[in-house]
């Protein structure tokens, strides 16, 4: 689905990624886990092309998409929701779901779209007329996945799902992510800050330190001493 190669990549001259390695197949759910100032958000920003591309390939579908626009991207099947629940607070929630469809769909295929996206969200359906910013943080954040999910991709990135949320609410939302694996059948990238959780959902696990890939692994990452020391707090 996804290989990248040797990726080097940042913002202007500042350097962020050195040579990143990292590959998705189909139907996986992909975890990337480390210290803040890593490099997590920098590689799913790379592949959705609002980075500076130094080197390297990002192979996606057997297309190279490194350097592409992110337009481009968007329409070879790749979705992504930001950190921080970026939504349209004074929007409703479906003018919310529209924005992520309207530049490639005409307005009656749109239509046909966001009651594709309600069935998979019917706590969404249910309050399609509400104003965002009155939802709750959970709430917001399944906003934020329909939007990402309305162009039907083959390739879901999510940087910091659950950030801001209580445990509990965490918790079910790396749920839902489980559940649009199973049920769309697609491959889902996060960068997720509650690393347990992380590793506990995803079929494989990459650890970045100072913008290198210092570990990969599955769910044994659970039982290794020094992650466990490290990131699940002993």
Known sequence: MLEIKKLNSGYGKMQVLWGVDLSVEPQQI???????????????????????????????????????????????????????????????????????????????????KIEEIFLEF????????????????????????????????????????????????GKQILNILIDIKNRKKIAIIIVEQNARQAVEISDKTYVLEDGKVALVGGKELLKNQKIKKIYFGG
């Open 30 to 112: 992909v975890s990337i886990i480390g210290p803040n100032g890593s490099g997590k958000s920098t590689v799913l920003k790379s592949i959705y092309g609002i980075t500076d591309f130094y080197s390297g390939e990002i192979i996606f579908k057997g297309n190279d998409i490194a350097g592409k626009k992110t337009s481009e991207i968007i329409s070879l099947g790749i979705g992504y929701a930001p950190q921080g629940k970026l939504i349209f607070n004074n929007m409703t929630v479906q003018e919310n779901i529209e924005m992520g469809g309207f530049s490639i769909y005409k307005k009656d295929e749109l239509k046909n």
């Open 122 to 169: 019917p706590m969404l359906k249910a309050k399609k007329d509400k104003i965002a910013h009155s939802l709750s943080g959970g709430e917001k954040q399944q906003i934020s996945f329909a939007r990402a999910l309305i162009t039907n991709p083959d390739l879901l990135i999510l940087d910091e799902p659950t950030l801001g949320l209580s445990p509990i609410v």
